[in-house]
């Protein structure tokens, strides 16, 4: 799979300290590539990034949270004003749900302000460069929770759904432009964020896994990049069936836990 690694040479990764994040930084440093990498925990992304370098990679980091719109942007542009941005991977995101209880209003608006509007801050300064220029990658971290709303994390599926579809309206809309987008929804991958659930998840995957189907999807310009392949067809079924059948499968599926 060297052919993803050598087409692109500055790639961003926002939420890279753990999980699918740190799994992509991994799969993508090579000599000759620039990554720039965000995340919260200083301590995680400098191992992240002393592994990529390792690897041949020239890495750039910056702790900030993907809903500081200004500071973000402003770091963005300083990067591809260094070295053009080639792909950037809109990964960073929280979850939560219902815990058994009702779900707190600020849990809600806190979903949605990091996996949707931190979404748009960190697509948003380097999309209009990237369509000026004729090319370039954009990738959005979307969920198979996506395709339809669970009773125990509706705000989290909610906000996936949010991602999925206008990725997926954005890719058409763009496309002429020379600008590829990339709508990802993985099942259940090993992180911190699934190392808190409480229930059995089918076909949990490893991070590096995850990356590599990613990285692949990328590679051959999928718009939509979904796996593994029988909990896709599963969340597909369930979600083009009739609501009350649907309503009364998801009803007996376990609640993510609340903030």
């Known amino acids: 799979m060297q052919q993803a690694k050598q087409q692109f040479r500055h790639i961003v990764i926002t939420g890279a300290s753990s999980g699918i994040g740190a799994a992509l930084a991994l799969r993508y440093a090579a000599s000759g590539v620039r990554l720039g990498l965000t995340g919260r925990d200083e301590a995680r992304l400098t191992q992240v990034a002393q592994d990529c370098r390792a690897m041949g990679a020239e890495v750039i980091t910056k702790i900030i949270d993907v809903t500081a ?34 779900e707190n209003p ?33 990738a959005l971290m979307a969920s198979l929770a996506g395709f339809r709303g669970w009773p125990g994390a509706p705000a989290y599926c909610a906000s996936k759904a949010a991602v999925k579809s206008y990725g997926e309206g954005l ?28 229930f059995k998840m089918p076909m949990l ?45 998801l009803r007996a599926m376990p609640a993510k836990g609340s903030f």
């Open 205 to 249: 995957m490893e991070a590096d896994k995850a990356a590599e189907i990613i990285a692949h999807g990328i590679e051959k310009n999928k718009g939509r990049i979904a796996f593994p392949l029988p909990v896709y067809f599963m969340m597909w079924l369930v979600a083009s069936l009739p609501d009350a059948i649907a309503g009364k499968i």
């Open 69 to 102: 719109r200004e500071a973000l942007g402003e770091w963005l542009l300083q990067l591809d004003e260094a070295q053009v941005i080639d792909l950037v991977i809109a990964n960073a995101g929280i979850s939560a749900g219902m815990g058994g209880k009702g």
């Open 171 to 198: 890719r058409g809309a763009i496309a002429h432009t020379g600008v590829n987008v990339h709508v990802i929804c993985p099942g259940f991958v090993k992180s911190r964020m699934t190392a808190v659930n409480k």
């Open 106 to 138: 600020e849990q809600v608006r806190k979903l949605f302000d990091v996996n949707v509007q931190g979404v748009f801050n960190t697509i948003d300064p380097i999309l209009p460069r990237m369509m000026e220029r004729g090319r370039g990658h954009i």
